[in-house]
């Protein structure tokens, strides 16, 4: 009884805070994006870089923009952890392989954080800050770009501009991410987070053995990791570990701020489109699947048929911490999923069938609930233009959503966007199963092994980054085959997303008139909703049938 008042008092704190921030920060990102000033700092940089800050770009030139800056991302990243043995604060680690540097430079410039090292080991600290965590921010920003280069598309007319990219990752840098972060590192290192630049130092325990502990700019790390939806952990145990994520209180700030900026973008959405019950009819879908993985997730793993000592303890607590307990590990595994975050305080692998088969269905959504930053808005927005289709079939007439017709050019962008990610996976993922080197890699057979190839390949093609731990990922195939899953899951849904937004920017507004599906009531928040749950479950009933159903049902 206390652990469920505690958890359900967590959740409503949770909730009651998101809530508040809605509003202040999806007007004030709205606010950013439309503002027609630029700060002294911003015009430095444009200056800095060549940039025209008054172009207005077609899409094709915002996404070269997207695109050029991305590689050059990677490119640096990858010479950096080629060359850290040579760089300050090296910490004496050695220099990354090739196919590992690869994999590492692709999932923190994709907002993935994929690690297929061990975090405190792998890397220096001048690597850390200079190289890692500044794609924690740009990569951010990205997505978050791109979702308000679409919104452009649906307030514009007559016109294939949609913005600028550099001034909107320029702004979406300089005054959303770098000022939050900067708070939020001081809070966690008031809640005990670790902050400072030592290497290891070797201590004595309490039981007389020695240890090696690793000190490191740990807060500022996290505070980014978790606000731009990255995921990845400065030590191996992510946020597991005692110097990364110390108490219930740093654990549930964490889960605050992977979950706040996307929860707001639906009110950035609604005010950019000049109609607030646009944002939230999106925001209440995101809320919906939000809140029934997190009641699924933790009734599993509360309610679990593992052993006799595990139904003691309050749960299935195997591969959790004791300070977080079933209630907030749960509520971490659920969050971090649903958004493109990855980071975890818990091991996936140890859930049950259903808790670890719900994170991976999460995952399989699309992470659109509410998704990463940026990601997850562009994401449902997708989805609710083919659900403005399907009920346009329904009734017979040309679909139109926010004034905008929904012809065959734009269906077919939205259906390349939602068929991506899932042949990456499933195509991965038969790959990996096929070859018989890579099964070896599998430390688990059967539906659970199977589970675990399934999991990696979800979630790099989707940008998560979390993992299941039976998977010895660090191999050349495997390096190679994830770094191109997150590529490929990351940019080619980029390029379709900018496509339909300068689609929908040529078009004129059409009147709402009698026949016009209305967006923002309680009817299309469930076509919606029902859409998106129809759709994965179509898609991959049969891979996860394979997997944790198949591990379920013979469990």
């Known amino acids: 009884m206390p652990d469920t008042l505690a958890g359900s008092l967590q959740i409503l704190a949770l909730a009651g805070a998101l809530a508040l921030s809605y509003r202040p920060l999806g007007d004030y990102i709205a606010w950013l994006l439309t503002a027609p000033t630029h700060w002294r700092v911003e015009r430095l940089l444009y200056r800095a870089g060549g940039v025209d800050a008054e172009a207005d770009q ?126 939020f590192a001081i809070v966690l290192v008031a809640t005990g987070v670790v902050q400072n630049l030592h290497g290891a130092r070797d201590l004595t325990t309490i039981a007389g053995g020695d240890q090696s502990l690793l000190g490191g700019p740990v807060a500022s790390q996290e505070a980014i990791k978790e606000l731009g939806t990255n995921g990845g952990g400065f030590f191996a145990a992510n946020s597991a570990h005692p110097f990364e994520n110390p108490t219930g209180l740093s654990n549930l700030v964490e889960i605050y701020l992977l979950l706040v900026i996307a929860f707001s973008l639906p009110r950035t959405f609604g005010r950019m489109v ?142 390349l966007y939602i068929l991506t990610t899932p042949a990456i996976v499933l195509i991965g993922t038969g790959a990996a199963m096929a070859l018989p080197g890579e099964r070896a890699a599998m430390l688990n057979t059967g539906p659970h092994g199977f589970s675990e190839v399934l999991y990696a390949f979800t979630s790099a093609a989707n940008n998560n980054g979390s993992a299941f731990a039976g998977l010895a990922a660090h191999t050349t195939w495997y390096n190679t085959a994830l770094g191109l899953a997150m590529l490929f899951g990351r940019f080619l849904p980029v390029v379709f997303v900018l496509a339909m937004a300068g689609s929908l920017a040529g078009q004129q507004h059409v009147p709402v008139t009698v026949g016009t599906l209305p967006t923002c009531r309680p009817q299309f928040v469930v076509l919606l909703t029902a859409v998106v749950l129809g759709v994965v479950g179509l898609t991959y009933f049969p891979a996860l049938a394979l997997g944790p159903l198949a591990e379920g049902l013979g469990g």
Not at 100 to 105: C, G, I, M, W
Not at 274 to 303: K, N
Not at 314 to 338: I, N, P, Y
Not at 371 to 396: E, Q
């Open 58 to 183: 077609r899409w094709p030139v915002y996404l070269s923009g997207v695109l050029a800056f991305s590689t050059v991302c990677v490119l640096f990243l990858y010479g950096f952890l080629r060359l850290q043995t040579q760089l300050p604060l090296s910490l004496g680690t050695p220099r990354m392989t090739g196919g590992q540097a690869f994999n590492t430079a692709v999932a923190f410039v994709t907002n993935t954080d994929w690690q297929s090292y061990p975090g405190d080991p792998g890397v220096g600290h001048l690597v850390q800050m200079s190289g890692l965590a500044v794609q924690n921010f740009v990569s951010a920003a990205v997505g978050m770009a791109v979702v308000a280069a679409l919104i452009r598309g649906f307030t514009r007319a007559r016109t294939e501009r949609v913005g600028n990219f550099w001034v909107d990752l320029t702004r979406i840098v300089v005054r959303v991410l770098l000022p939050l972060a900067f708070v």
């Open 274 to 415: 000049e109609d607030h019950r646009q944002g939230y009819a999106i925001v209440s879908v995101m809320v919906l699947v939000w809140a029934a993985s997190t009641a699924l997730v933790t009734a599993s793993e509360l309610h679990s048929t593992g052993s006799d000592a595990g139904h003691e303890a309050g749960g299935m607590m195997e591969g959790k911490e004791q300070r977080f307990g079933v209630w907030a590990s749960a509520l971490f595994a659920a969050s971090t999923t649903l958004t493109s975050t990855g980071a975890v305080n818990s091991a996936h692998d140890s859930f049950t069938p259903g808790g670890g088969g719900m994170t991976l269905f999460n995952m399989m959504l699309g992470e659109i609930a509410p998704g990463g930053a940026g990601s997850g808005l562009y994401g449902i927005l997708i989805l609710a233009i083919i659900t403005v289709f399907i009920a346009g079939l329904m009734v017979g007439r040309t679909p139109e959503y926010l004034g905008k017709k929904l012809r065959g050019r734009e269906i077919k962008f939205a259906s």
